[in-house]
């Protein structure tokens, strides 16, 4: 085969015209496009299932649209997805960064990402809920303009999209994401709907680009059996019940009480929950590997817990330093500073130290925190209200596939008070003191050095195709 016909091959094309060179499940989600092609070409419909990181974005949709739009001379590729961002930051500048390898193909970003070919191709890309009701995406009628249509992050793409975008007159179909839960179209394309797809299913251990460590740390962490494990590492879907479970479990929590590790002294960290309206004002200590809930106490006047909280530090021998506690509390953070004990804030829903897994800071510390827990790595207060907040809490994923918890309006609507020791004792566990290093300051990072709200709203995927 000459490097003519090599390069009207999808993998080829993506070799010699993109300079890529693929894993084996990167080829295997582009071959399937050749057999859409030509005069004997079939309806072909791909479903491709990795977790982020894996290289989706550059590899499989922009490998893809430019392929189809390089062998059909009037060739249409419509990539969607229901989230704006995953457009703009990962498929748009995937495309972009080959545009230049061709001579005559332009750009124009309004209303929607257009490309264009000298020959008349196309590639579009949007949200639905910035393109409106769009007119219905069909193929040409000659085999010179066939339609590529790409949805991307398919797991989170609502029924009745999917709906409108089977009503389309495609040539062929390509559903790229990242695994989600055993329910709608996207999980069934690889079940009951198989025999209909070319199915590929890639985990972190099939992308060499992915340092070992990463994977073990992973491993290492949430064991081989927890869904982040088997979803992230193993590009598998997730049970729903799975996502159901607490972020410490009972049976974890029990285990680790009965079965403490040795005691081993070291750094003093507090951690300080202020009361909100009628919750309880809460330090929580940390020496080392054990932890205990110092103080308990629920009193309105916020000036007398301030005195409440010095006569605490001062009996604990603690420096400002060594004490963090809950920023979104301004107003008793200021009373204490204004009292002259300068102390750490921490707001729980900040980002991430490991923004790629969590949501917000208050996931990270929750789902670390229980990690530590079921692995028996601290000693614990046998406190029962401690025990009843820390098993009252569910986990979540949200749609980009990171960890989030249940957030406390959620709570409320449950009976459950607000989880105020737990709180404390997780945000003792995550904090360490800062480290100055010569002239700088190493920030803080979270005391178990492992993997483990937000209420981000996505936007909504309504319209983008409509039926014929």
């Not at 495309?95 to 970003?109: C, L, P, Q, Y």
């Not at 750490?344 to 969590?358: E, H, L, S, V």
């Not at 925190?369 to 000693?379: D, H, M, P, T, V």
Request: glycine share 8%.
């Amino acid at each position: 085969m000459g490097e003519t016909d090599t390069m009207a091959t999808p993998i080829g094309f993506a070799a010699l015209a993109l300079g890529l060179s693929l894993y084996p499940w990167q080829d295997a989600a582009l071959a399937p496009l050749e057999l859409a092609s030509g005069p004997a070409a079939e309806r072909t419909k791909i479903s491709v299932v990795t977790p982020n990181g894996a290289g989706k974005s550059e590899r499989i949709v922009a490998a893809s649209a430019l392929y189809w739009v390089s062998v059909h001379p009037r060739g249409r590729v419509v990539i969607t997805s229901k989230d704006n961002k995953q457009l703009l930051n990962q498929d748009i500048p995937a495309i972009e960064k080959h545009v230049s390898k061709f001579e005559g193909w332009t750009i124009v970003r309004s209303p929607y990402f257009k490309m264009t070919t000298p020959t008349g191709g196309t590639i579009h890309a949007f949200v639905t809920d910035e393109a409106g009701r769009a007119e219905g995406w069909h193929k040409e009628d000659d085999i010179d303009g066939p339609l590529l249509v790409i949805a991307d992050e398919a797991k989170s793409i609502s029924e009745d999209i999917f709906k409108a975008i089977y009503r389309c007159t495609w040539n062929a179909l390509m559903l790229v994401s990242s695994p989600g839960v055993k329910m709608g179209s996207f999980f069934e394309s690889h079940t009951k709907n198989r025999g209909d797809f070319h199915c590929v299913a890639a985990g972190l251990i099939d992308c060499p680009h992915i340092p070992a460590d990463k994977v073990a740390d992973i491993i290492h962490t949430y064991g081989e059996d927890h869904p982040f494990t088997r979803s992230s590492v193993y590009g598998e879907f997730m049970d729903e019940d799975d996502l159901n479970k607490f972020v410490v479990p009972l049976s974890g929590l029990l285990r680790c009480l009965q079965n403490p590790p040795n005691y081993q002294p070291g750094e003093r960290v507090a951690f300080c929950d202020f009361a909100a309206g009628g919750d309880e004002n809460v330090i929580a200590l940390r020496n080392g590997n054990k932890i205990t809930v110092e103080a308990t106490w629920r009193d309105k006047d916020k000036h007398a817990s301030v005195g409440r909280f010095i006569t605490h530090f001062r009996r604990l021998e603690l420096q400002g330093e060594q004490i963090w506690c809950d920023a979104s509390d301004k107003e008793m953070a200021d009373l204490l500073r204004d009292a002259g004990w300068i102390v750490n804030r921490q707001n729980f829903g900040a980002p991430a130290r490991r923004d790629d897994i969590y949501i917000s800071w208050g996931s990270e510390a929750w789902h670390e925190g229980g990690a530590a827990i079921e692995k028996c790595a601290i000693i614990l207060p046998d406190d029962e209200t401690l025990k009843a907040q820390l098993t009252s809490r569910w986990r979540g994923i949200n749609a980009k596939g990171k960890l989030c918890l249940e957030d406390k309006h959620s709570l409320r609507k449950r009976n459950i008070p607000s989880p105020d020791r737990a709180d404390a004792v997780l945000g003792a566990m995550a904090m360490r003191q800062p480290q100055v290093i010569g002239a700088k300051t190493e920030p803080n990072a979270p005391w178990m050095e492992t993997f483990a709200d937000n209420t981000e709203n996505e936007s909504a995927l309504v319209g983008a195709f409509m039926g014929d």
